[in-house]
């Protein structure tokens, strides 16, 4: 499992308790995540992606939850599981508001994501979602500076280790 992909398993697990323990204030998020980074990432080295993402994701929590409402009309944020909700948060999140996340990736690990702590329609659940989301990024011309001009191989992000990791699988 690559680095980021731990990291966001984190972000998805601290998120999950969150939503589920009804959205408890700031100093027990801090206290979840310390438990889950203690409990399934011991001595794991992140460099700050789990706080910075999680804190990003409650910071933008309205509008990530409205942009995901739009895109899944049929699914009230009530009605979803908490998995497929949290899962989509941080995916609509990397997609739309991360500007180092390219998008695929983004869409890509939401779906991974999905497919190990979700039911069993959450990874095409998820992926139509995102998929939607991503699809209406391109005709509106909003494409990430990191979607169009990608970084140079020696420059990569941990996210394109992942993407190397799943053509080396095959």
Not at 41 to 69: C, H, M, Q, R, W
Not at 101 to 117: D, G, Q, Y
Request: with cysteine.
């Amino acid at each position: 499992m690559s680095n980021r992909h731990l990291a966001r398993t984190l972000v998805m697990q601290s998120l999950y308790q969150w939503d589920f323990n009804g959205q408890p204030k700031a100093d027990k998020l801090k206290e979840i995540i310390s438990y889950d980074r203690a409990e399934f990432a011991p001595n794991f080295d992140d460099s700050g992606y789990v706080k910075e993402t999680i804190e990003a994701i409650i910071k933008n929590l309205a509008a990530i939850d409205a942009i995901i409402v739009q895109y899944a009309p049929e699914w009230p944020l009530a009605a979803m599981t908490c998995m497929d909700r949290n899962i989509l948060r941080l995916g609509t999140y990397e997609l739309k508001l991360s500007q180092i996340v390219p998008s695929k990736v983004a869409i890509n690990e939401a779906i991974e994501l999905a497919k190990s702590f979700g039911g069993e329609a959450s990874g095409k659940f998820v992926n139509g979602v995102l998929g939607a989301i991503y699809k209406d990024v391109v005709a509106k011309g909003e494409m990430k500076e990191v979607d169009i001009n990608p970084p140079k191989k020696e420059e990569e992000s941990l996210d394109t280790d992942l993407e190397a990791e799943k053509v080396e699988e095959k």
